[in-house]
């Protein structure tokens, strides 16, 4: 099992590892900095360095529980030594988009008790399906996205946390519901703390303090049907 350094230090960005296995283009280290794409946050890439030479990691998967890192010239690589490193400022933009995110779900949440029910996460934007809205006029939601960018400013503390399972649902209803969609299996739950304003059961890599975000703009508001508005958004 690839240890995940990216769940204890999301600005660690690179390595050294092992190889411990390679199958076509698909290589596994004993432990990565490289985020796999899941809960809509997409794949690092970055090289990884062995024998003077870098090759390309193109993307990152997480199969049946194994990390897989896919290389664009696995003939160049060998088992052993490896040193991983990511594209930072790849990671960076996602880890904005990311705690944005966040950030934007409790205003709507607090405000209007808005849950998400899906998002995805890119580089260079980001969008968050919200239940509770639709009725809103685009003055209200522009308000909403006004309050959203004055909590990024207060650059609040983001901070991690693992706690059993048990612990973890009885935090409140909005992470009961979101530690219900996690498998049964799952015994420990890792939460990401945004200063007072949330709580959220996560698996993804987040800046350290709000404030790191700047600020954003929405791009469109999209109804998705079934009481359920897509916010489209960008940092600038």
């Not at 980001?126 to 003055?139: K, N, P, V, Y």
């Not at 739950?189 to 929405?218: M, N, P, S």
Request: with cysteine; proline share 3%; net charge negative.
């Amino acid at each position: 099992m690839t240890k995940e350094l990216f769940l204890e230090d999301s600005y660690l960005t690179s390595c050294e590892a092992e190889i411990t296995a390679i199958d076509g283009d698909k290589v596994t280290l004993d432990q990565t900095v490289f985020y796999p794409a899941g809960g809509g946050q997409e794949t690092d890439t970055g090289v990884l360095i062995q024998n003077g030479q870098e090759i390309t990691v193109v993307k990152v998967k997480k199969e049946n529980g194994e990390i897989f890192h896919y290389v664009s010239e696995p003939d160049k690589l060998s088992l052993g030594p490896v040193t991983a490193k990511l594209d930072w400022d790849r990671r960076q933009n996602l880890m904005k988009h990311h705690t944005l995110l966040h950030v934007i779900a409790a205003v709507f949440n607090q405000e209007h008790d808005s849950l998400c029910t899906g998002n995805q996460i890119y580089p260079d934007k980001a969008r968050i399906d919200l239940t509770g809205i639709t009725e809103l006029s685009q003055e209200e939601i522009d308000a909403l996205v006004s309050k959203a960018n004055d909590e990024l400013e207060r650059n609040h503390e983001v901070s991690v946390r693992t706690l059993p399972r048990e612990e973890a649902e009885n935090i409140s209803g909005v992470i009961k519901t979101i530690v219900n969609l996690i498998p049964k299996a799952v015994k420990e739950i890792r939460l990401v703390k945004i200063g007072d304003i949330d709580e959220q059961a996560c698996g993804g890599t987040h800046v350290k303090q709000t404030g790191a975000v700047g600020k954003f703009v929405l791009d469109k508001t999209k109804n998705k049907g079934k009481g359920v508005t897509r916010l489209e958004v960008r940092t600038i």
